[in-house]
């Protein structure tokens, strides 16, 4: 992991990081193989840190990871589930910019 204010969120810990978090939670669904998820990865970072305190951001390795991704369907990476109480509110499936992450996160 890129950073200490990324969280690695894995099929074992994913209820305590994401369906019991008391902060919207910000999943990154990526691979090391998938080049468009490498390009994305320091804006997830750089949300991390402009909105610590406020948002969990975290990761999930599809290639780790397989009931996740499979909960979620996930078909194609990158994709950007915004989670609040448990319950997904938002999602961006492929590469997107940072201001339209933001502005999906100011929304909530």
């Known amino acids: ?18 369906t019991q978090a008391t902060l919207p ?3 990154d669904f990526w691979a090391p193989w998938c ?17 610590q305190g406020k948002v969990v951001v975290g990761k999930v390795n599809v290639d780790e990871n397989p ?16 989670f609040r109480d448990g319950e997904v509110k938002d999602k961006v499936v492929g590469l997107t910019s940072k201001a339209n992450l933001i502005a999906k996160l100011t929304a909530l």
Do not use: H, Y
């Open 1 to 18: 992991m890129a950073s200490e204010l990324v969280t690695e969120i894995t099929d074992s810990n994913f209820d305590v990081q994401v």
């Open 25 to 27: 939670v910000l999943v």
């Open 35 to 51: 080049a468009p998820c490498r390009m994305i990865g320091p804006v997830v970072e750089q949300i991390a840190s402009e909105f």
């Open 67 to 82: 009931k996740i991704s499979e909960q979620f369907r996930i078909q194609a990476i990158p994709a950007i589930f915004i």
